[in-house]
């Protein structure tokens, strides 16, 4: 620090700013008397008037475009534009172009290598959410296309995933019983998933993509982490090989039925199961420290479905217990078209699961496709990337797929094994294709057990301690959120979790709104700044004058709360004034600086505080109004109030312009 | 102004100030070189570090007690301390002692004014709520007793109110037809009743007081204004002498019910209707021209009660076709608390309309109470009012009455009476006993037509068109907030009118926070403040910086936004330079003055920001950031990017420590 004015002086003059008109005089003033005393007044001007139909445009403008997404397209001949604009809608035609040889290699061992991951997590996640397991290897193959066309990914590697799958069959087993009405039960998961793809893609299509930001990163991390042990807890189901078992989804419930069918233990099944997730864990761990080693962990999977196969065949498993996945109907993608299902008693059931699912799976995919974006440096569009996963989840809907996204753990290996496009998900599709026409029959003798095995290892790194630990430190508010979505998740329900989760979010956001901050602020010796008392120590009172921060918008949701509490700062200040014998207060400047808007009721505040103070004899002048807020006021009543000499460019000219009249006044 | 710098000083060295030490040396600055150049930088400080447990404590103390309600008893003996609470939970006792004669006789008159206009109302107002007429006389005898004692507005008057009569009816009227379950109707009423109060003292208590401020104004003149209509179309049944009337609320299917039954329209009915409505709305309108005057609004109901009765007696009406009240059971409330309904398959609808028509009730009677007490300038606490209302609810509902709240038209009347003190409302109450005691009789003949123009001639007064056309000119979109309530209430339901209401309010402040204002700055010449481009157009860019203000906090909900924002601002004035060919932009300057919070993805958000900028040989520096901003940061990771030379105090020292750097690094 301490860089002298001289040094700082050079350096304007080394300059050459030939549009800056008035840098001169600005450089000469910083050199004599860098900053004159506010001996002269500026004035507050209004903003440039603009028409109400351009300022609305702008406005939306911001809201809806603001990454300007026509901006490649301006001053393009009509063929580039064209081309640009194929470009845009099918990211392929971008990078295809320039795909060589040596991507390819690349892109095919991380395709096989996240294949091997896929095939048996797509069958676990598809008994997650109470689906045949070869929906889950029908949803592994046509997604993956299509992403890879419309995607602007390259990391993200798609397919089903643990929580939407947890939470579509959570929310679905409630009303229909898939052991019972198992072609009703499809029916409703397709439909689900087609709602929920018009769901995404009509977020992303209009631009509506803010609202997968509504769910804040520590009330995911609860419920992340809630869901990552139901998810675990009902796979003691299998770990255990109990036959009758709760289909609730609560911790007590579950914990319940476990130990109420002890009988029904089998020590095969759980010698098994124990030994392949200690195997699975370690692959995993190995990983972990050392990212180099990422083929362990993706390999593992397969390796333990093979290998549990193979003891499952030698000792004829089925003899003893141990319950395996039995015939797997060979061949592609049925069409299920004709199985949506768009009347009748259920389709709310399917459009609310849609919905739910749909944001649960954006907020995923996005999430990571922006994490390994980041980390290569290229960005992904999110609008663009919602209108991808909805067309795959629509398209997906039609040929038997139900809800997907981008996995994380899935995508972490992509990259890892040094995937470069979204070939990668071809090569996917293609090793699924591959497994679905020709190795259907290997898995007859893959236990169950094995499944509930690969997906607890997948869901355990959805438990996020390390990120718990630092909200515990950095904001004790969050944490709470987190625990309150966790707990939510494990002990009511997920749904009720998912609730909770998005409604402390929003409660966040509201009671800083309701409840904002106003602190007392003090001029910091030898600036003209006035800060927070309380944040910069040395700064000092100005004798007669309570100089207030408002750190909020004004809003009917805080006008009445900010207009007591700011009587109560003058009431208490004038006791301490008392008390202190110091000279009376005699003006109240209000720091504007930090009210980035106002709305009726805000402005009818202050002309009802500049009315109470009035009768107490007390002044109250604004200061640093931004350019909005000005506007507001300046057509509203309460101008009157403060049009002559009550609004001032900054704290440090109204404090000046005002202490002259606050002493001939008394 | 142009206040000169020599005046400020004399009147700095004028005052006295013992206490504040620093005093000297700052006004020495101001006078000899007022404010340094940023030369010297000032490190911004942590806030004093204070534990989690007192720093959650002065939190929580802002949030529910902004108004330090215990600060009158600090330092005062026991015994006033108890006396001061008795005062404070029964206002009675503070207002009580000073009582005089004089003070009587005013109320006595405010009272007897309020009860001529009450008790037609009261009849009136318990027909939307399609209740026995009887209740409404019920409803205007014990609560004004109950709130006498609690309340502390002294100008309220209380009873039954139109609006939260038709939501209770609607309501109720959904589930269950009073016409063929007058008793289940009439216990669900009470009920709900019972649950409103329930509802509004636990917000007293809990101080969760700023609930009832999430209607945003403009949603609530909307909603009133068509809730107004709603009401008054409703009462063309009886105004038209209509037999068969739909049930139904709707604009379109009440027009359409009055069309078809046509035939049934009755002539005499008609006459009498509409010339008493004539003479109604013209008494409304002379006190509304003369406020001196308001005697004739107050006694023009009783006037046309006892003039259309006599009418009626005397050419036997009822041979007429016009339909009057008919029977009245004579005497004083019977007890209602068998009638409470705590269990079975209405409870639920039950609770909901109670905590409907409590919030409704609570909206209408504090923003009365809080009207008329800054007539008077005197305070009415928000909480406590809530918790006078509630109780008097809550014994209300044990005593045959249905909600009740501060009525807007009745308190206007009783101000203007001149009433003193919360009396008149127990004169009120006096002058209703009377009625039910000793003239129920009388009403056997008065007309219901005559019911129907005294509510008209009430609810027109809530359409308020002045505001609507103020909305329109200060705020496009708090008039579109306001019109689609309106339009809500008026062509969907009343309740979805409601939902509506307060969806718009809380999606207001959400749109708010997720897309944020960010403004390009510039210098002001001849200062060191730097302001909004756009606003203050003599402001000048200052070479190779980019300064930009964000006036938000810095959320999860729209951290993402920010980010992409600010990466295109950089990117236009890039652009911008590069095309005027100025030099190139070096530094980034963030002005956090107005981020007034932070969370965990915003601190992540600005350590993605400085990664991105440091990519591309930007620097990215924070300036002005606030106390809390400051400590979250220092204790988040980010804090490693921006401790060495990253965070300033001002805009002005961030570009002069950096200027240098700028011009050596190239």
Redesign the interface.
């Known amino acids: ?5 001289v ?2 002086i ?3 003059s ?10 001169q ?2 450089s000469h ?2 050199a004599a ?10 004035k507050v ?1 209004l ?2 008037e603009k028409p ?1 139909l351009q300022a ?1 445009r702008e406005r939306l403008g ?2 809806f475009f ?3 997404p026509l901006h490649q397209f301006k001053n393009q001949p009509l063929r580039t534009r064209l081309f640009l604009a194929l470009q845009y809608l099918l990211p392929i035609f971008k990078w295809g172009s320039e795909y060589s040889l040596a991507l390819l290699k690349s892109d095919v061992v991380s395709g096989l290598t996240i294949a091997s991951l896929a095939i048996p997590q797509g069958i676990s996640y598809a008994k997650l959410a109470n689906l045949p397991p070869i929906i889950g290897l029908y949803s592994s193959f046509v997604p993956p296309l299509i992403y890879a066309m419309l995607g602007s990914s390259k990391d993200l590697a798609v397919g089903p995933v643990s929580i939407a799958s947890l939470v579509m069959g959570a929310m679905l087993r409630q009303v229909v019983a898939p052991e019972k009405e198992p072609i009703l039960y499809l029916q409703l998961a397709f439909t689900a998933t087609f709602f929920a793809g018009v769901f995404q893609a009509s977020l992303g299509l209009l631009r509506l993509g ?1 609202i997968v ?6 009330t995911l991390v609860g419920f992340m982490g809630g869901a990552a042990i139901i998810v675990s807890l009902q796979q003691l189901k299998g770990l255990l090989g109990i036959v009758h078992f709760t289909t609730s989804m609560g911790f007590v419930q579950v914990m319940k039925s476990v130990f109420d069918h002890k009988s029904e233990w089998a020590w095969q099944t759980v010698v098994m199961g124990f030994s392949f997730l200690i195997f699975l864990l370690v692959a995993r761990h190995i990983s972990l420290r050392n990212p180099k080693l990422f083929w362990v962990s993706a390999a593992a999977p397969l390796t333990s479905v093979i290998l549990s196969t193979i003891v499952c065949l030698a000792f004829k498993a089925q003899n003893h217990g141990i319950k395996t996945i039995g015939h797997l109907e060979k061949g592609v993608n049925p069409p299920s078209v004709n199985l949506l299902y768009f009347h009748g008693e259920y389709l709310g059931l399917a459009v609310k699961t849609g919905i739910v699912t749909g944001i649960l799976a954006l907020t995923e995919g996005i999430a990571v496709g ?1 994490t390994f974006a ?1 980390l290569k ?1 290229y960005q992904v569009d ?1 609008n663009k990337e919602m209108m991808a996963i909805g067309l795959m989840n629509m398209a997906g809907s039609c040929t038997s797929c139900y809800v997907t996204t981008g996995s994380f753990s899935r995508s972490a290996i992509n990259y890892n094994a040094g995937c470069k496009t979204a070939v990668s998900n071809i090569v996917l599709a293609s090793a699924v294709l591959f497994t679905m026409l020709f190795l259907m029959p290997l898995f007859y003798y893959t236990p169950n057990v094995i499944l509930s095995a690969i997906i607890i290892t997948a869901v355990v790194g959805l438990i996020d301690f390390g990120t718990m630990l ?2 515990w ?4 508010l ?1 944490f709470l959120a987190c625990l309150s979505a966790f707990v939510g998740v494990l002990f009511v329900s997920v749904q009720m979790g998912l609730a909770i989760s998005v409604g402390i ?2 409660f ?10 106003t ?1 007392m602020m003090g ?7 006035y ?2 008392l ?5 700064s ?2 100005i ?2 004058f309570v100089v207030l921060g408002v ?3 004004i ?7 900010l207009q ?2 700011i009587l ?1 700062w003058v009431r208490e200040e004038e006791e301490r004034v008392a008390k ?4 009376n207060i005699k003006c109240v400047v209000l720091d504007l ?2 009210v ?2 106002i ?3 805000g ?1 009818e505040a202050l002309a ?1 505080l500049k009315k ?1 103070l009035d ?1 107490k004899s007390l002044q109250l002048v604004l200061a640093n109004p ?3 807020v ?1 506007e ?1 006021l300046y ?2 009543e309460a101008w009157d109030f403060f049009r002559s ?1 009550g609004i001032y ?2 704290v ?1 000219e109204a404090v ?2 005002n ?6 006044d008394y």
């Open positions: 620090m301490g860089v002298g004015t040094n700082r050079e350096s304007f080394d300059l050459e700013s030939p549009a800056v008109v008035d840098l005089p600005q003033a910083l008397a860098p900053a004159p005393p506010p001996s002269e007044t500026h001007p903003p440039q109400a609305a911001e809201v603001p990454d300007d803010f930001d509504f769910m804040s990163k520590p922006r980041s440096n999110g630092r909200l430190k950095v904001d004790k969050d979010s929003i966040k956001i509201l009671i800083h709104v309701t409840r904002p901050n602190v001029n910091v010796p030898g600036t003209q700044s800060r927070n309380g944040h910069y120590r040395e000092v009172r004798p007669s750190e909020s918008p809003y009917f949701a805080n006008s009445m709360y007591e509490r109560r202190m014998k110091e000279s600086g930090a980035t808007a709305d009726t009721s402005m009802e109470t009768k931004v350019g909005n000005t507001k057509r509203s000499g460019m900054s440090g000046a312009a202490s002259t009249k606050v002493t001939y």
